[in-house]
């Protein structure tokens, strides 16, 4: 019992830790190092320590792949920030309507979640991407898209629950609006749920953001205003996986120690 006490004590700050430590390397690490650049001289250099620049060695056409991964994080914390706290919001006010709202309109969103949650969120962000073009508000728009039917089915389903209540059917009882029972009664009730679910939306937006940069369909290489993206590196790594094996670990690394962190800062919501 102590020791199940003891880890679940630990792994939220652990969590928080590191999406800390990632949020100031996405936030200082473009202020001190430059955006990653063409230098054919350096191509597919492998790890050096001649500079800090060199100490993850280099990519297909020289470039650094610290630079890289630096200014992808940029883009991978904005736009995991961006999408989980858009989809949560949204799926929050959905929810809130599905359980107070008129019945013909809890009906209909019922459906339209359904309908969404047939389809695979990241097939249906792909071809969205595809007729889009490309860049960071276009990514956070079909994720946001394809991706909020999952935490609204979760949170509706609470809302309703806790719309039941005694205190609620109260609260109707003496008269107060439905926007009020939605935000002093209701609302409060469901922000331990919330929490967990942008937790999930953040780190399932940095995967969804990576796995459309593999495909060529996000982030493209290079390009202002985020120049990098850890799909695009790991997009590469493979490619080259014999020549330069240097390449893929570290955005694989990134993705794999930002998403954990995030599961962990509200495991004990959970």
């Known amino acids: 019992m102590t ?37 054919l001289a350096h191509d597919l250099a492998p790890p050096g320590d001649d500079a800090l620049i ?59 979640v359904d309908v969404m949650l047939t389809f695979p969120s990241l097939l249906l962000a792909a071809a969205l991407s595809a ?17 909020w039917a999952a935490p ?36 409060p009730l469901l922000w331990p749920t919330v929490l967990v679910q942008v937790g999930q939306s953040f780190g399932g937006a940095i995967v969804a953001e990576a796995s459309l940069s593999f495909l060529g369909l996000g982030q493209q290489p290079l390009a202002p205003p985020l120049y990098a993206s850890w799909g695009t590196m790991l997009d590469d790594g493979v490619a080259l996986v014999l020549a ?4 893929w670990w570290p955005p694989a690394l990134a993705i794999l120690l930002v998403t954990a962190c995030a599961q962990l800062a509200v495991a004990s919501r959970r």
């Open 54 to 112: 060199d100490v993850l060695g280099r990519g297909e056409g020289g470039t650094s792949v610290l630079a890289s991964l630096v200014w992808g994080a940029r883009g991978a914390i904005g736009i995991g920030v961006a999408v989980s706290l858009s989809s949560t919001g949204l799926a929050l006010l959905l929810a809130l309507v599905m359980a107070l709202g008129p019945r013909s309109l809890r009906q209909l969103l019922g459906r339209l």
């Open 131 to 147: 007729v889009l073009a490309p860049g960071p508000a276009s990514v956070v728009f079909v994720l946001v898209l394809s991706s």
């Open 3 to 39: 020791t199940t006490t003891t880890t679940t004590t630990v792994s939220p700050w652990l969590g928080w830790l590191g999406l800390l430590l990632a949020a100031l390397v996405a936030s200082v690490g473009p202020m001190v190092l430059a955006p990653p650049c063409i230098d």
């Open 152 to 187: 609204t089915r979760v949170l509706g389903g609470l809302a309703a629950a806790v719309a039941a209540r005694d205190h609620v059917t109260a609260a109707v009882a003496l008269g107060a609006s439905r926007w009020r029972v939605a935000v002093v009664h209701v609302a």
């Open 244 to 247: 330069a094996p240097h390449l």
